[in-house]
């Protein structure tokens, strides 16, 4: 765990608890089990004696909580523990569609809506009584309608507004489709985290022949929206960078969005070298297959993609069918959110573990410590680069 010099000089703002919501219980556990490792070795000599450090190294910090729901389908949320004054985390997957409850018989299946309603149900039973309120939102509810455009409604921002004025102080996520959204509650932290740390460690431990140099790798970009993030893990990586340009039909909706025309591709020669597809998502997927076709057609070597969620919206046939085809290697993705079951089985899947990264950040914010080391781990990416090229075990 980086910089724990500055975590034994601080103190913790409040007694440090974990609200793991049902949608992310899996991670939640994970995450716990790594915060009780990391305060196992962190000032332990201050833990026993200092009121200060009252509650600091716990077996557990996961609340004890629940969300019932009455036959009709409403819900509550209920506490079977004192949270007062403790520093709270929420952590939820607003994309898990695993979880059912019923209503009048029938079975439905839970919404982003329907999670979003819970967390504020939780929020709500705190009864104000909490020290601080972080929400850990890895896929930002409505994170995709971020901005107006015209008679339409503005519903990632009216979230945020409303989650503050309950109460929260800040948001952590991950890949936000436009960070920009934080501007609705300007008063409130948000923290927005990128993965190409876990994903170049996640690569790397799967391929064992790959050559990390301009002449060998491409970074690319499936979209303009996606050209930051390509950038950034090229210029890290020490390779070139490319970017498709998808040319949209605005004249016509389907399925709530524009349809692609064509992928224009902006870049140099690929011809013989290894391709990173890396973006914030894969939805349906279809856009992304697409761009890896086209790489394919372009005679890259090798095509990997690396997507913060793997939504996997229309099912994984045509994921199978496209490596059946050769057309893409390996798909690396994150635990951020709900994964299909089926997936974890596919030859060509490769699982990105945030929940120690996850971990860190809940750690070192119970601190009040500068998260500058954890938003740009580039020194980190060069540890495993340098480790990776002279062949060398390494550890996650």
Do not use: W
């Not at 761009?291 to 070597?301: G, H, P």
């Not at 229309?314 to 690396?332: C, H, I, P, S």
């Amino acid at each position: 765990m980086p910089n724990l010099l500055e975590l034994e000089n601080a103190m913790p703002v409040a007694p440090l608890k974990l609200i793991a919501m049902d949608s992310a219980k899996n991670l939640g556990e994970k995450i716990n089990n790594y915060l009780v490792d990391f305060r196992k070795f962190i000032n332990n000599d201050k833990v026993k004696n200092d009121p200060a450090f009252h509650g600091y190294s716990e077996n557990s910090y996961l609340v004890d909580f629940a969300c019932p729901r009455f036959g009709s389908g409403e819900g509550k949320a209920v506490f079977n523990e004192s949270i007062r004054g403790k520093d709270l985390f929420l952590l939820l997957d607003v994309c898990n569609h695993s979880l059912t409850y019923s209503v009048n018989g029938y079975t439905n299946h839970m919404s982003p809506d329907d999670h979003y309603q819970d967390l504020k149900r939780v929020i709500s039973a705190t009864n104000g009584k909490a020290h601080r309120i972080t929400v850990i939102m890895p896929f930002l509810y409505e994170g995709r309608q971020h901005k107006r455009n015209g008679r339409e409604s503005l519903d990632c921002a009216y979230a945020l507004k409303e989650l503050s004025s309950m109460g929260v102080t800040n948001f952590v996520t991950f890949d936000a489709h436009d960070p920009r959204v934080q501007n609705a509650t300007p008063l409130c932290g948000f923290d927005n985290f990128t993965p190409p740390y876990q994903f170049i460690r996640s690569l790397l431990d799967v391929e064992k022949d790959l050559i990390i140099d301009k002449d060998h790798l491409v970074v690319i970009s499936p979209d303009e929206g996606a050209l930051d993030r390509a950038v950034y893990f090229a210029n890290v990586l020490g390779v070139n960078t490319g970017m498709f340009y998808k040319r949209r039909d605005y004249s016509m909706i389907v399925n709530g969005k524009n349809p692609i025309v064509a992928h224009e591709f902006l870049g140099d020669s690929l011809e013989g070298k290894d391709v990173i597809i890396i973006d914030d998502m894969i939805s349906s997927g279809e856009s992304m297959l697409d761009t890896a076709k086209q790489l394919k057609n372009m005679y890259a070597k090798r095509v990997f993609i690396c997507c913060t969620f793997g939504l996997f919206t229309n099912g994984l046939k045509a994921f199978d069918t496209a490596y059946e085809e050769g057309v893409f290697e390996r798909v690396v993705t994150t635990n951020l959110t709900y994964l299909l079951p089926e997936l974890t089985e596919k030859p060509y899947f490769v699982k990105a573990d945030m929940s120690k990264f996850l971990a860190s950040i809940i750690d070192f914010m119970n601190h009040d410590v500068s998260m500058a080391n954890v938003l740009t781990p580039t020194e980190k990416i060069h540890e495993v680069l340098e480790k990776y090229n002279r062949r060398e075990e390494y550890h996650l």
